[in-house]
């Protein structure tokens, strides 16, 4: 059962009554009302057949509801598998049938909740015990792999990052991300510590904006595209509550932190987040000098860059980003694969190449399987789409390598001009 995450609304609620849990478009909802809420559709999903041992999507868009529906289906005993609305039919049935779900619970007509329930006689995620979260590590099947969170692994995610952001109930995060992606050590974090969650009705620049005056926000969780849209806006509003804004879901470069740097007085932090890990590593030291660092390990991490032996490479060394930690997912499904098998020496391998100083900080420099092999050197796609994103004329680029008899592959570019 997932009791140990529900146990987090029954807590905050008794801890902060009263204090607001959720701000959006249609007023407030404070802890005590979230957990009536949560109860409420809790016992609805109880008599519709929703039971310990089961798998429940839940796909819908940022909002009220999509908390309070997976909240309700963990206090049911099931695992949670948020899903995206954008997913199409096909995309949805392929998942549906490599996880194994038992029901999705829909978004439909401003959430009036579809139930749909698909008759199987197992056990969701069998191979793990107490599963609470399930997601696919990325937006459709294809090569994905559906990654399985124990209760009490959230719980040990959400301590070990709060040693870093330090969030407590006087927070109010201006929220922007999609909870389909972004919900263990973001959603349930917060409302784990008493923090105001602040949803954003769309992710304009000014509707951030407007979210961070109205709310006083004091963190914004971001992905580089909402820095980016910060960065170049126009007009006199500022942020003059916020404390901290993360970037994360991606790299981001170094020009667009300098950029939000000058127009809000406030430095980028950004944090690597993996679904297999949680949030290892967040820039909270050197976000000034080196925005577009990861940063360094949490207390609770171990992080190594390691060679093709599994060696620990040297400072300043290129090699593969390693980790170790508290809340590590407990397996893969479909194919089924424990932890145990897929960790090697201990180490989770990102796929990640990144480089580490002599202070431990770190930053990314591409993906172990992105890297173009010309003739015996190694070209790293991302610094060239630096180098071709920089020009003016360009609006967005794609390098990739493409075979060649001679060399055995060569760069190639796809470029969307302005």
Request: net charge negative; hydrophobic share 40%; proline share 3%.
């Amino acid at each position: 059962m997932s009791e140990s995450v529900y146990q987090i609304i029954e807590k905050s609620a008794a801890s902060w009554p009263g204090h607001v849990a959720i701000r959006d478009a249609r007023g407030t909802l404070t802890y005590s009302q979230l957990q009536t809420e949560i109860e409420e559709l809790k016992t609805s999903l109880r008599s519709q057949g929703i039971n310990p041992g089961m798998g429940v999507g839940v796909m819908g868009q940022n909002s009220r509801e999509f908390i309070i529906t997976a909240f309700a289906v963990l206090g049911c005993g099931a695992c949670v598998m948020p899903m995206s609305q954008q997913l199409q039919r096909d995309e949805v049935e392929t998942i549906v049938n490599r996880a194994g779900l038992h029901a999705i619970l829909n978004e439909q007509d401003n959430w009036k909740l579809t139930l749909t329930r698909i008759e199987r006689d197992n056990k969701f995620a069998g191979m793990v015990e107490n599963p609470a979260f399930v997601r696919f590590t990325s937006g459709t099947t294809g090569a994905s792999k559906g990654v399985v969170i124990s209760g009490e692994s959230v719980i040990e995610r959400i301590e070990a990052a709060n040693k870093a952001l330090l969030l407590s109930s006087e927070d109010v995060v201006i929220w922007v991300l999609p909870m389909s992606f972004h919900f263990i050590v973001s959603i349930v974090l917060y409302l784990n510590v008493g923090a105001t969650i602040a949803i954003c009705p769309d992710f304009t620049a000014e509707s951030i904006l407007d979210c961070c005056i109205k709310n006083e926000g004091t963190m914004l969780y971001a992905a580089p595209m909402h820095v980016k849209l910060l960065a170049t806006d126009q007009s006199k509003q500022n942020m003059p509550s916020m404390r901290t804004v993360i970037s994360t879901s991606s790299g981001i470069s170094l020009e667009d932190c300098m950029a939000f740097k000058e127009r809000y007085g406030i430095s980028i932090t950004q944090a690597y987040g993996i679904i297999e890990v949680g949030l290892p590593l967040i820039n909270t030291i050197e976000n000034l000098n080196n925005p577009d660092a990861i940063g360094h390990a949490l207390p609770d991490f171990n992080v190594e860059i390691l060679n093709e032996q599994l060696e620990v490479q040297q400072a300043g060394e290129i090699g593969q980003l390693a980790m170790k930690g508290p809340g590590m997912f407990s397996a893969y499904l479909s194919p089924e694969s424990t932890i145990e098998e897929v960790l090697q020496n201990g180490w989770f391998l990102t796929g990640d190449l990144a480089i580490k100083d002599a202070d431990g900080l770190v930053k990314i420099t591409g993906r172990q399987n992105s890297v173009i092999n010309v003739s015996g050197n190694k070209v790293f796609p991302e610094e060239v789409e630096h180098v071709l994103n920089s020009n003016k004329a360009v609006e967005v680029s794609k390098v990739y390598g493409a075979r060649h008899a001679l060399l055995g592959e060569v760069v190639q570019a796809e470029v969307v001009l302005v």
